[in-house]
């Protein structure tokens, strides 16, 4: 079992920075992969990134790669997505998730948070 819960959301201008923090309770929590997600109003949830247990393997969606940075800290149990460059079109409630194997479909993830809104203005 693991509970998760996002942090770092807020209104910055189009152009800045924000780091997100996802905090899991839980012995196994590096086990797990980790993956974020967004969800804009009247949309459906998307990929955002994702993080392979040790942390060694990452994957984007296209719209943010280059710009967004997804990295775990294990002794920590902490999973963190740096969002630089950000766009208007990046505004969503964004969720920490995790999953039993590497995986980009928001179906096959098990466990997530309550999410935590981003808002960026043009």
């Known amino acids: 079992q693991v509970q998760l819960v996002e942090s770092g959301g807020g209104l910055v201008q189009a152009g800045g920075s924000l780091r997100l923090s996802c905090a899991a309770t839980?012995?196994?929590?590096?086990?797990?992969?980790m993956g974020w997600f967004r969800q804009a109003p009247g949309k459906e949830r998307e990929f955002v990134a994702v993080?392979?247990?040790?942390?060694?393997?990452?994957s984007y969606a296209d719209s943010v790669k280059g710009r967004f940075t997804i990295s775990r800290d294990n002794a920590k149990n902490t999973v963190y997505l740096q969002m630089n460059s950000l766009k208007p079109e990046d505004t969503a409630v964004y969720y920490c998730?995790?999953?039993?194997?590497?995986?980009?479909?928001?179906?096959?993830?098990?466990?997530w948070g309550q999410g935590t809104q981003v808002t960026v203005s043009s």
């Open positions: 993080i392979s247990p040790s942390g060694g393997v990452t």
């Open positions: 998730a995790a999953a039993a194997s590497y995986r980009t479909t928001p179906s096959e993830y098990n466990y």
């Open positions: 839980g012995r196994t929590f590096s086990y797990y992969t």
